[in-house]
């Protein structure tokens, strides 16, 4: 049940992202950056999508981000960002948690033994979106 699990990461780390950027949004300071974070949102609801249609294809139930893990990154961005509430420490921490995301998800990628291939293209098309994401966000450094 390999496939479970990947589509579950993915859905998992999506709807992390998605509930941190908008946090991340609350706290932009320019217009440029706010369209991007948006963009990436957008995105990470499109990734939530579709791994619960694929979930469901297989019989299985999504399973959304622990509520625990979201509060503590919302904190930490919080307080992060009293530090240094500019939009470059903001893509900082996107970059980072985009750079977890793609850690994870390779991971279980190379690990990955079998056969479903619609599974496995999905994966590393979100690895490839969250690399695309990682280079829009260095242009806030």
Known sequence: MQEIEILNHIHQNADMARDSLNHILDLSHSADFTQ?????????????????????????????????????ADITSWMRALKDPTDSQLAEMVIEGSTMGITKLTRQIHDYTGDDKEVLSFAKDQVKREQDNIEKMKTFL
């Open 36 to 72: 991007a974070v948006q963009s990436q949102i957008k995105e990470y609801q499109g990734a939530c999508d579709l791994s619960e249609q694929m979930l469901e294809a297989r019989g299985e139930k999504s399973e959304n981000a622990r509520m625990m893990p979201k509060m503590m």
